[in-house]
């Protein structure tokens, strides 16, 4: 949290000197920018019968008409660059998105209905995330889905089952995990090849090296990815009798991330390596220098734009050239890069976190005579499967711990003197018996162990990341119904 800028004081003193102080704006770029966006959509439903009902349909549609204005920037004496809303340096993107889905439900028979639903859509890009390649706003994401099943309806409504099968894909989901700092390392890049290479006697003039530093450096700030899942879900309801009713579910679900920023490793020209890793082109030598091999980069690339310019002067050696904010070399930079792009990619596309099956089931039963009238009680429990949390050196999953907790509540219905309708109190509790173990999320591997590593004393196995579960919780809530 900060303050309100307005509320600094105007000046400071420092070692016997007074200083003005201002609020200072970052450069235009992604972390400094301004935008407004326009909506305009439509909606439209429509539900059917046919042949006295047994045939139900639907089918519905939306169209979102989107302007986002990418306002442009002026320079303020003071405080730096400042979006301007002047429309002459504005930038209007228009996109339509459009959703479109159907569903169909055949009572087949009294008890027997076959179940059927798709969908698609386009979704309208994040407002202020741009990406690779200009900076600009991403592109629309699409997305589709689709579920069949059955539904069972057994003993005159006192059980009902339903069975369904599902998958859905999403292409071009936009994050900015992964990204892994690219936009300051472009920018500090860039400015160490300005430190030897930009002025008087040297390869660039000012005015030839803000074209270099601008078609470099674009202002994006996010990427995209692709996403799948699929699975199965089973349901029972059934009351069990007038008072006493029990719902039952199970589901398995798989999923997985793939595609994560492709459109940022071929802006820099990474070339892929093995499974959903980039090729890593930059070694240390005997001497412990970053060296960076041309050959492992895709010509065209920001990297091999890189390259060029480190052999224009001795001074632009990639692997003695540093950058004046951190003192890391160039090539130590790429190697970075490389780096931080197959490590996000390890974590997202695998099937890390996934827990594929999960049981609950709830059960209450309501009180409707005798001195507990208007009192109902009920618990339930749920359980997930161990989650993955790494693979060993021969690529098989390794699996952290299950998950399972009970619920319970009490309630109570009840009028209270005359007043009109009815009051409700309640009262859940979550986790009943309070079980808060730590889950394991990611085992450590950073030491080069591919399976991970023990802690010493035999306390089990290292892990880089882990989760807290939520303790034991109550919740009290009153209803009132007129």
């Given at each position: 949290r ?12 420092f ?10 704006n ?6 400094n ?12 439903v ?8 047994r ?7 939306r169209e ?8 442009g ?26 959703t479109?889905s159907t569903?169909?439900v ?15 859509n386009?979704?309208?890009?994040p407002?202020?995330?741009?990406v690779?390649?200009y900076g600009?706003?991403?592109?629309l ?6 579920d ?7 003993l ?11 998958t859905?894909e ?12 690219a ?5 500090r ?7 030897v290479?930009?002025g008087?006697?040297r ?5 030839q ?10 202002p994006a ?5 692709d996403f ?29 991330r ?19 890793l980039?090729?890593q082109g ?8 970053y060296?960076?091999?041309?050959k492992?980069?895709a010509p065209g690339?920001a990297?091999?734009?890189?390259i060029?310019l ?7 050696n990639l692997s003695?050239l540093?950058?004046?904010t951190?003192?890391?070399?160039v ?12 490590d996000e990619?390890?974590l ?19 009180f ?9 009680i009920?618990?339930?429990w ?10 060993d ?14 619920d ?6 009840t009028?209270?003197?005359n ?6 109190f ?8 309070d ?8 085992l450590?591997t950073?030491?080069?162990a ?8 035999g ?5 880089s990341?882990y989760d ?7 919740r ?7």
């Open positions: 900060a303050g309100d800028w307005r509320t600094l004081p105007s000046k400071f003193a070692g016997g000197r007074t200083f003005d102080l201002v609020f200072a970052d450069a235009a770029g992604a972390n920018s301004g935008m407004q966006q326009d909506n305009r959509s439509l909606l439209g429509a539900q059917s019968t046919f042949w006295r009902d045939l139900v349909t639907t089918a519905g549609y979102d008409r989107v302007a986002v204005t990418q306002f920037y002026y320079v303020d004496s003071a405080v730096g660059d400042r979006p301007d809303r002047d429309p002459a340096k504005a930038t209007v993107s228009r996109v339509t998105a459009r479109e569903g169909l055949l009572h087949a028979t009294e008890w027997l209905s076959l179940i059927a639903n798709r969908s698609s386009t979704g309208v890009p407002l202020a995330r741009t690779f390649p600009q706003l991403a592109p994401s699409r997305g589709k889905g689709a069949f099943g059955v539904g069972l309806d057994l005159d409504g006192r059980v009902s089952a339903r069975v369904v099968y599902f859905a999403e292409k071009g989901r936009i994050t900015s995990a992964g990204l892994g700092g936009p300051a390392r472009n920018q890049v860039l400015d160490a090849f300005a430190t290479l930009v008087a006697g390869p660039f003039s000012a005015a090296w803000a074209e270099v530093y601008k078609a470099y450096t674009p700030n996010a990427i995209s990815s799948v899942s699929e699975g199965y879900e089973f349901r029972v309801t059934t009351n069990l009798s007038r008072n006493w009713r029990l719902v039952l579910n199970y589901s398995y679900t798989d999923s997985g793939t595609n994560l920023a492709n459109e940022m490793a071929d802006w820099y020209g990474l070339r892929p390596a093995q499974g959903v980039v090729q930059v070694a240390q030598d005997s001497l412990g220098r060296v960076v091999d041309p492992a980069f690339g990297v091999a734009k890189w060029e480190g052999g224009l002067s001795p001074a632009a003695t540093a950058t004046t951190t003192g890391t070399t090539a130590q930079e790429i190697y970075d890069l490389v780096r931080a792009l197959n990619k390890e997202q596309e695998k099937r890390w976190g996934v827990r594929p099956h999960k049981i609950s089931f709830f059960t209450a039963y309501d409707k005579e005798g001195r507990l009238k208007g009192f109902t009920g618990g339930g749920r359980w997930r499967s161990a989650n993955v949390i790494g693979s050196s021969q690529g098989r999953e390794i699996t952290g711990r299950e998950i399972g907790a009970a319970a509540m009490i309630g109570y219905a009028k209270l003197g007043l009109p309708g009815r009051f409700r309640q009262v859940n509790v979550a986790n009943l018996f079980q808060d173990e730590i889950i394991p999320v990611r450590a950073g030491t080069g591919a399976d991970g590593f023990m802690l010493p004393g306390r089990g196995t290292a892990l990341r807290l579960v939520s303790p034991r919780e109550f009290f809530t009153t209803t009132y119904s007129f």
